[in-house]
């Protein structure tokens, strides 16, 4: 597999650049770009680390530890937008993400990949964090679209509007993929040297557990907040 020189990768801060030039011209937020994108660098540099020794060691204790950080800060990052933050609200989110998460994390060990034991680091991290990132996306699209709808209509009303926009960039996906892009995991593989077919198969696998852990984020959120009677 081609490896990228440091140089090669430096050479990414050119157009983030001019995105930070326009950004702090039009928003006024002269460092955000700066920030995020230091920030996103330490925090896969860190992550690359941590999985070497993961991969390694093969400590159980670790693997669950590292699962329990993602399924924490995803939900925290999730109520970022929404109005209500408070303890109880947190809770919902953090229970909708970790049992959708698990359960679709659960069943592409079991019945799709047919791993023996569930708790194989090179399985388990990949598979984890792109389930519970787009749980993550798709509970804060949903929550923060339900409160500004809860504003103005009914609660059944305002519950179907906020399932369906918060469903909506993954639908377009699943039409777009083949004809408009090619999903970040199937480019991955493919320049590492996998075949395309193969490839295909397991972005298929992945696209799916990313929807349906999606959507059964989303049901369970508004399940309750609609059983609650929030507005």
Same mark, same amino acid.
């Given at each position: 597999?081609q ?10 801060l050119l157009?983030?650049s001019v ?6 011209r ?8 700066l920030?995020?994108?230091v920030?996103m660098?330490?925090?896969l540099?860190?992550?690359g ?7 390694t ?7 669950v ?17 929404i109005?209500?933050?408070d303890?109880k609200t ?6 909708c993400i ?6 679709n994390?659960?069943?592409?060990l079991v019945?799709?990949?047919e791993r023996e ?6 399985f388990v991290?990949p598979?984890?964090? *792109? ?9 804060s ?5 339900y409160?500004?709808?809860?504003e ?9 509007i906020a399932?369906?926009a ?19 995991? *199937?480019?991955g593989?493919i ?17 799916a *557990? ?9 049901l369970?959120y508004?399940?309750?907040v609609?059983k609650?009677?929030?507005?």
């Open positions: 597999m490896t990228i020189a440091l140089i090669n990768l430096l050479y990414m157009p983030l995105v930070a030039f326009f950004y702090y039009w928003v006024g937020k002269k460092s955000e770009i920030l995020a994108t920030r660098s330490v925090q540099i860190a992550i680390y941590v999985l070497t020794s993961l991969f060691t093969q400590s159980t204790f670790f693997l530890l590292v699962v329990v950080v993602m399924v924490v800060s995803a939900s925290l990052i999730a109520r970022r937008n109005r209500h933050k303890i947190y809770l919902v989110i953090l229970a970790t049992f959708s998460g698990t359960l994390l659960g069943w592409v019945m799709v990949l034991t569930l708790l194989e680091a090179r991290i598979l984890a964090g *792109m389930i519970y990132a787009n749980a993550m996306n798709a509970i699209l949903c929550a923060e679209r409160e500004k709808e809860r103005q209509c009914e609660m059944e009303k305002a519950r179907g399932f369906k918060s469903m909506m960039p993954q639908i377009n996906t699943f039409l777009a993929v083949g004809f408009v892009s090619l999903p970040g995991m *199937m480019t593989q320049l590492s040297g996998i075949d395309p077919l193969i490839a295909v198969r397991y972005q298929i696998v992945v696209m *557990m990313m929807l349906s852990s999606g959507a059964m984020c989303n369970l508004l399940y309750f609609t609650r009677g929030d507005k």
